[in-house]
């Protein structure tokens, strides 16, 4: 059975934009990157929200050419990767390998956990939360980056209680801190 995790970008305070939305202190340098590209290697299948999803389909038509190793390989490994879109809102997908479910379905996703060879990706905190909430999560990873932005968006849902196992932690040259904890059932 594959794994669902949560990963995503976080400030110390623990959010993933500011309060004006903004999420440009999040920025990976490329140690950061490199390290983003090979934790998502077991990823095959991501999960988004609407709004990230028009962030991160980005990676779909951007040229890559010219551009470093990093963001070539995160290209690639993105493209290959199936995504499920989660939106009331959004007329459809502009994405290969991509299908648009209008509501998120807790039991569909433990059956695409239990029949997937490789790992799940949650992407977004609204989904993630209902995720979390539903029991799916396996994995909560946070990257940890040495700005505290004051208020935003949080990575997690407030009034979440979980028990998490330290699994490992790696600490770049920017400050930056990741973190991967399994969560205790």
């Known amino acids: 059975m594959a794994r669902l995790i949560y990963s995503g970008i976080t400030s110390l305070d623990g959010y993933v934009a500011d309060a004006n939305g903004s999420f440009a202190w999040a920025m990976p340098d490329e140690e950061v990157h490199a390290y983003v590209n090979d934790a998502q290697r077991s990823i095959g299948t991501h999960l ?8 991160m389909v980005a990676w779909e038509t951007m040229s890559i050419e010219g551009e470093p190793d990093v963001m070539r390989d995160f290209a690639t490994s993105w493209r290959s990767a199936d995504k499920v879109v989660y ?11 991509t299908r648009l479910e209008r509501r998120f379905d807790p039991e569909s996703v433990r059956q695409l956990k239990e029949s997937s060879e490789r790992d799940l990706l949650v992407g977004g905190p609204g989904l993630a939360a209902a995720a979390v909430r539903a029991d799916l999560v396996d994995e909560i990873a946070p990257i940890v980056v040495p ?4 208020g935003g968006t949080p990575f997690l849902p407030s009034g ?5 196992e330290l699994l490992k932690e790696r600490r770049f040259g920017n400050g930056t801190v990741a973190l991967a904890y399994a969560v205790r059932r």
Not at 87 to 97: D, F, G, H, N, W
């Open 147 to 150: 700005v505290v932005v004051g």
């Open 48 to 55: 988004y929200g609407r709004r990230l999803y028009e962030v």
């Open 160 to 164: 979440l209680s979980i028990n998490l």
């Open 87 to 97: 939106s009331t809102t959004l007329p459809e997908v502009s994405s290969r390998r």
